[in-house]
């Protein structure tokens, strides 16, 4: 498997932005329009935490403010502002079902910290945001504190890492061997850095907690097109809203919607799990003693035991052409995430994978979220959390509540169009540039 830095990835990233920039080259058509009308396959998350439906919209409604997305994102910044300010009427609409984008089908691991920014006061305010949402509105999701293994398949990268960190744990290959029955891995590195939770349980307590408060849910209701201005019209295929304020909050399906395109990069990735172990297989795979697990490559792979004793690994995929959110060899996927199962874990070839479901999130090349103000300060947009979306997504939201409901929050500066990205090539450039490189990256 080749191995690049994240250097070196970024400056091939920008010579790629070089040339989609360059005078005289054609521009591929970009078509714009928002992917709806199918069915989202249901992760395993959801199939344990099913959401009560919500209504289309089916009219003209008028609101203080329309949240675009309902995952931890949006449903905190809803449920936020019917906190801080009752009086002001909130609806949220989804493309989709309730909840049925990447907030349901990540690992399930949350950090105190933001990709592209470390660990923060903001951060630590964050995560201690987060922690009292879940205890006030006593959300059941599973929240644990666990240990946590940064798996190292390149003797060089363990070694390396071992001599920068000397007051580390290092847990050496032979270990891993016997531990985790697995002779992949040249090394590990355990932390308790993070806790887990269940992620259907919790945006479904996310969803319930917006309702309470009086935050009106829409669902299989797309916007489709969004006309700027004070106030803000949104149009669905059956409704429209026309609204004070705006508050985007889809991720990676942003781009589809024509905003952030030359900074946003949606990557797919795809999950295999197991039917759930017996508490004796669970002991003796070590999955007890570390049931969440990391390797640390530019496309990461994370394997996870479930509170019901699944055993899944999530893989990337990779890009699909013009920002698409769909990928279309699923059967594929389920293969390649089989094998690399296999090739890490050969005792999966043992037992039956029953779980399997694709997920995408938002990235940018420089690991920095985006967290701004757009068109005329009245629409704000979040996304791309470059796979480390629990905390900051729900700390996020509150932070544009806090700008959207005048409340002065400390950290609510972190909304703000002064900072710049890195720009995402071309459509051209990008799948000639980052479905190579996602293949290398990816063992055969």
Sequence with gaps: ???????????????????????????????????????????????????????????????????????????????????????????????????????????????????????TALT?????????????????????????????????????????LPGAKWVPAGELRTSLQSSYYAGALESGDYITIHPGKLVAGHAEAARRVGVKLYEESPVVRIQDGKPARLSTP????????????????????????????????????????TSGQITEKALDRWPLRFERNILPVTTVLTPSGHFFIRIVLGYSSFNSCRWTDINGAKELARRMFEQRYPWI?????????????????????????????????SAAYNGLGVMPGHNNGYLAACRLAGYNDEDAHYFSDRI???????????SLLFKPFMKVMTPD
């Design 124 to 164: 630590q305010r964050g995560f201690d945001r987060l922690i009292q949402f879940i205890t006030e509105e006593e959300i059941d999701c599973d929240l644990k504190q666990v240990a946590t293994l940064e798996l190292f398949p390149s003797k060089r990268d363990a070694q390396k890492l071992a001599a920068t």
């Design 349 to 381: 070839s043992r037992i039956q994978l029953t779980e399997g479901w694709h997920g995408v999130t938002g990235h940018t090349l420089d690991g920095r979220e985006i967290a701004r103000p757009i068109f005329g300060g009245n629409i704000l947009v």
């Design 238 to 277: 059956l409704g429209k809203v026309i609204a004070r304020s705006v508050f985007i909050a889809t991720n990676a399906y942003t781009a589809r919607l024509g905003i952030l395109r030359s900074i946003l990069l949606p990557v797919h990735q795809f999950t295999f799990a197991t039917g759930p172990l």
């Design 1 to 119: 498997m080749m191995k690049l830095s994240r250097r070196r990835f970024l400056s091939l990233a920008g010579a790629g932005a070089g040339l989609a920039a360059a005078p005289g080259l054609a521009a591929l058509p970009f078509p714009a329009s928002v992917e709806y009308g199918d069915a989202r396959g249901e992760s395993l998350w959801m199939n344990e935490a099913p959401i009560p439906p919500a209504p289309r919209l089916e009219d003209t409604i008028e609101a203080d403010v329309a949240v675009i997305g309902s995952g931890y994102t949006g449903l905190s910044c809803a449920y936020y502002l019917r906190k801080l300010r009752p009086d002001l009427s909130v609806i949220l609409l989804e493309s989709h079902k309730l909840g049925s984008g990447a907030s349901s089908r990540n690992s399930g691991a949350v950090s105190r910290s933001y990709r592209g920014l470390g660990m």
């Design 420 to 430: 710049r990205h890195y720009p995402v090539p071309g459509e051209f450039y990008r």
